[in-house]
């Protein structure tokens, strides 16, 4: 017995034929490491994230957990902001804000 996929959102096919131009068809390990490079170009800087003065972003290096490599933090946050308690933690590679509760 043969599976079918369900199909896509119709709202997704003009996306879809662009990533079906633009990505290869087939994945490989030795692939993986020019696609990191190719995201990391087009990833924006904290100069595109700032909205033109709605959030204030600061790039922060933290340290890792001991004998693992220090972790690279971007942090964006309203000007003028109060430290606690309204918090946010975006987790890369998670599409999901985190928010602490307000007191």
Known sequence: MSLVPPPFDPELAAVLEVVAETLPSTFTIDMVAAARQGMAAARP???????DGLFEVEDRIVPGPEGAPDISLLIARPPNHVTAPDQGVYVAGVSTMYRTARA
Do not use: R
């Open 45 to 51: 800087g904290p100069e595109a994230l700032d909205q």
